[in-house]
């Protein structure tokens, strides 16, 4: 079939239904970017990248690149059609009146900006500075669907400020200890106030009309709440993973793989009070495999557990990691068909397979997997 040819359709409203066409996001040029708040929360304690900034070395660059080249092919050759984001200048810095940040970041994860629910495309409103710009290596294929698909409704959430008031002076100590961390996540204190909404889109998890939000790092609960009154069609639920010192993104921590199935990283269980409506509706929360590597590769912000990070393609088939050999094991056991992806190398610059990747369509449709409410 040739894709080029044919006319764009957006639509998706799930992670598992079946992939048609994607955008697989790029290195090319990323930064790792200079100490801003939300960020630093981040970055771990024992982290080769504090200290530091500036573009990434060329050959890791280059090396994440053919990775995530050999993933947009493997995907093409199973029909999924591909798209490739538009990389801007990531050296240049982001000022608005509000703040000023020395460089940018990059746009190897569009997961983390692009929202999509049905035909709509949602451009997150971020929470790191160097981040706020990044919608715009997307706007070439925006501007290309709205052109193709009558049916597209091309959206951005208001764009957040991000003065010093979006932020817990309290996390900008260097040394807060992990006890500490994790006394403050359970308590829900997370480095960002509730001044204005703020979301990235890969705390979202679509489950036809149920919506799965991660209040963490760089989700507040005003941003849930615009998330709320923005799809008023849906239920919004936040949910929070007490385990986890730095929650940003639920997509290494609680990922479904078809309807009544979802994984969940045993070390950021889901408490109990929030697993009732899971469980009420038939639905299995297991823990995931363990990952197959004791710490993240070099540069890298993500845990290890994008192990877990995985792309489902339908029901039956998952992309893992091609090294997460305990995590394929497990989905061999539950018997999914694995797809292996070589991505390790290009964790660094931004996340995992389910990271890397947007959906644009999906062979699905606006369903109720939760009728129990
Ligand atoms: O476990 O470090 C990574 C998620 C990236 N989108 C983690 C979360």
């Not at 200079?34 to 280059?62: C, F, N, T, Y």
């Not at 940018?104 to 692009?114: A, K």
């Not at 209040?215 to 005003?222: A, I, M, P, V």
């Not at 339908?314 to 992806?341: M, N, R, W």
Request: proline share 8%; glycine share 6%; aromatic share 10%.
């Amino acid at each position: 079939m040739n894709w080029t040819a044919e006319k764009t359709t957006v639509n998706s409203w799930n992670e598992w239904d079946p992939l048609k066409h994607v955008i697989v996001g790029l290195a090319t040029d990323c930064h790792i970017p200079p100490a801003e708040p939300a960020l630093d929360a981040k970055v771990p304690e024992d982290s080769d990248m504090r200290g530091q900034w500036g573009k990434r070395p060329q050959e890791m660059i280059d090396r994440g690149n053919e990775l995530l080249d050999n993933f947009a092919l493997q995907l093409q050759k199973r029909g999924i059609r591909v798209d490739r984001p538009t990389p801007t200048d990531f050296s240049l810095p982001a000022t608005t009146p509000d703040f000023h940040t020395d460089s940018q970041f990059g746009c190897m994860p569009p997961r983390d900006v692009l929202l999509t629910v049905g035909s709509e495309i949602l451009e997150a409103t971020m929470s790191y500075r160097c981040r706020w710009f990044e919608y715009l290596c997307y706007r070439p294929l925006m501007q290309q669907y709205f052109n193709e698909d009558p049916n597209f409704r091309h959206e951005a959430a208001p764009k957040p400020r991000l003065t010093d008031a979006d932020y817990r002076a309290d996390y900008l100590s260097e040394k807060i200890g992990i006890e500490k961390r994790l006394e403050w996540t359970a308590d829900k204190f997370f480095v960002t106030t509730e001044e204005e909404p703020l979301f990235d889109a890969a705390d979202v998890l679509r489950m036809g009309k149920d919506l799965v939000v991660q209040h963490g790092f760089t989700t507040n609960l005003k941003g849930i709440e615009w998330l709320r009154r923005h799809f008023p069609d849906h239920r919004v639920h936040a949910v929070n993973f007490p385990g986890d010192p730095y929650p940003i993104h639920i997509d290494a921590t609680f990922t479904p793989v078809r309807p009544g199935l979802i994984l969940n990283n045993p070390n950021r269980r889901l408490p109990d009070d929030q697993r009732e409506f899971f469980h009420r509706n038939g639905w299995e929360i297991v823990d995931a495999a363990q990952p197959a590597h004791n710490s993240p590769p070099p540069l890298c912000y993500s845990s290890t557990w994008l192990s877990m990070n995985v792309l489902v393609l339908d029901p039956k088939t998952v992309c893992v990691e091609k090294s997460e050999v305990y995590q394929a094991e497990q989905f061999d056991k539950l018997g999914i068909e694995v797809v292996e992806v070589e991505l390790r190398d290009a964790y660094a610059f931004g996340g995992g397979l389910h990271c890397c990747t947007a959906d644009v369509y999906r062979e699905s449709s606006f369903e109720d997997y939760f009728p129990k409410g």
